[in-house]
């Protein structure tokens, strides 16, 4: 929940110096549904009981997922930031058996406290790449407290890159695109010429 509420303040932050946000909502995402699958994929192997080999694999097969529809929507700004994100989590949590490793601070300070159900992060006795694990922590008593890390703070980035390259002031006129459009279509003085003579 951390890292979605990250990624709605990055894709509102625009609006705090008052631009407009009407170009992002008109972007069209390619494959959306994919996005909608991985987050519920990855709510079933953290809320539900399911064998260890199976949790592992549907947590591998949420970032799959995500992968695709990064893949499709690679021309936007600022996604490639966001996939850069995701594979980190994924490649670290693919050589890690499944579960993304935490620093034993973080976790204290966020105040989570392991069970025996399958945790998508948790503290590992000989973590791969630790440091791409969970280190930092967003502690209690704020809301929403909880271990985030590398990953998860480009997704964040990448996320507010795509919401202000495709934001503009209020004011502004169109956008460029628009603007060319705009002008290739209008009269020039030739043609009022022309439609005089005739």
Known sequence: MLVIAGCLVALLSPLLVGRSLGDLLRIRLHALPLVWAALLTQVVVVEAPLPHA??????????????????????????????????????????????????????????????????????????????????????????????????????????????????RPRHAGPAPAAAGRAASEAPT???ARDGESR
């Open 54 to 167: 199976v949790a592992v694999a549907t947590h591998l097969a949420s970032y799959l997922l995500a992968a695709v529809f990064l893949w499709r929507n690679r021309h936007l700004r600022g996604l490639p930031v966001v996939a850069l994100g995701a594979a980190c989590n994924g490649v670290t949590i693919a050589l890690n058996g499944g579960t993304l490793p935490a620093s034993a601070d973080a976790v204290r300070r966020a105040g989570i406290s392991a069970d025996e159900a399958f945790l998508n992060s948790a503290v590992l006795p000989h973590p791969v790449l630790p440091w791409l694990g969970d280190v930092f922590a967003w502690p209690q008593p704020l809301p929403l407290a909880n271990v985030f890390s590398v990953g998860d703070v480009l997704i964040v980035l990448g996320v507010g890159l795509v919401a202000w390259s495709a934001s």
């Open 189 to 191: 003085v030739s043609d």
